[in-house]
């Protein structure tokens, strides 16, 4: 079971590309436990691919070590990949083959995914095999990725920007998926850049800039530091100065601003970040006739922390 | 061998238009003998010419059958119409797979990238051997027909023969293409060298101090020993199998020893 425990498990992983050695990643400690679901976050060039192909030994660490369900990620890539499953972020197959054909090509090596799983995966993802995949959309073509990657029931999947060009139909069924192969014990290491992608299926979310492991955080420290939209409105119209007043005095709220005249006269509109006990408080002090705080705004919280570096 | 099926599937229908233009060349060329057997004064076209210049079109001889296809077919035509298909595809195989973007998914099996070289290169073997015998069959069925009446061993050791030249070529594509990830690196390379040992072959019976490096071009080993007239050399058929196997291993290693481009 060593092999069972631990997912991924990077240290001080490097890869250096590149004429000036300038991209790739640097330093990168990252582990990712046995039935863990992880994101990986970063803006495009950040290094979730580079990381992401160095752990499928498409490409060589320069140094570090990178070990995969035990297996040294270049001397044991073969045995690696036996239960590891892979989603390109750019997903490209030859146009005239259909489907089936595609399917065919890309689980060649696994004999042990039968069509009966294949077929249930399809009618799943409401994906239709028999046509050529050249006259399929873009977010057909995905899940035909999709498909490849969940199929053979890998211990790890290791997905690249998994959602795009996914509807949010689409996106629900791809975040049951998700869970579903959790649940049953797998791994799996989903990117992003955008951080509602991954919000809806990731415990922890891994922040990567500039090829750096930025910082490793779970989702609800992400959601805490996120800043909230909120809205308040007096049961008297005549309190909102004074409750605008109290706001603007509160701990993590920002941004306050009244209302006056026409359909929102006497609405109190704000910010507020991170812990919001305080800002209950003040609002208990209010009779209120309404009051709402919208969804953190995570893509914030996570620009937040690309600009305050612990 | 678990990628060769799909590999052949993915070119099928090009692969058909393929082997149906081939049979179409040769018959073609099978079908203007016999009106050139009537007109013995041909000859004088290619006997008048620079030994050098008659060197590089294969022979003085256009009339007699072996001469005939010498000329005709196999001194350049058809080995340069494979060596476009082959290199083509090998080229195509790994680095235009690279170059797609469509790699990592194939390699994202349990598969080696060694195994998956291998699967390739078979791939090109079989697309070669279907392009040598589009070749070979009608030359067999046409053979008295046309009124060659050539030896069938003869004609089949220039097929196999030319077929082991474009295997040797497009398989030292494949490494070069793959080692470097561009198509057009083993194209280009493959190509010059193939262009370039073409000339010293063909001049090599004219001008003298050629003579010596004949052995390193390709030519040699394929048409060396005259096979229409002298069925096969069984020299030039084994260094033709084994650089073909010594450059899919050479190839293999380079590419297992890369970073592949996103």
Redesign the interface.
Known sequence: MDSAATAVEARSLTKS?GRTKARGIVDVDLTVGAGEVLGLVGANGAGK??LM?TM?D???PTSGTLRLLGMDSVTE???I??R???L?G?????A??TGR?VV???????PEVTEGRIGDLASALDVDLSRPVGDLSRGNKQKI?LL?AFAPRADLLVLDEPTSGLDPLLQREFASMVRQVAADGASVLLSSHVMSEVEQVARRVALMREGRMFAIQTMSEVIAKGRRRGRARPRDPANAQALAGDLRRTQGVSDVEVSDGGQDDGLVTFAVTGDVNALLATLSAHPLASFDLAHADLEDAFFSAYEDPR | M??V??EL??RA?ATAGWVVGIVLLVVMIMAFYPAVKKLPSLDSIYTNLPRALQGLLGGADLVSPAGYLRTQLFAFFLPAVLLILGMGRAAATLAGEEE???L?????????RAALYVDKAIAVVIWLTMATAATLLPLLAANSVAGLHLPVVNLTAACVQMGLLCAAASLACQAVSSATGRRIVGIGAVGYYLFASYLVFGLSTAVTWLGPLRPFTIWRWYLGNDPLSNGFDVTSVLVLAVASVALTAVGALAFNRR??H?
């Open positions: 590309y691919t580079t192909r499928l498409f490409i060589r890539a073969v045995q990949r036996r590891v499953t892979y390109p750019e997903l490209v197959f030859p005239r083959l054909q065919a090509r890309y689980l060649a090596a696994r990725g490849l | 678990t990628l099926r799909s599937q993915v229908r797609d973007r469509t990592d998914l194939l390699l994202a099996q349990p598969l080696s970073d592949l996103a």
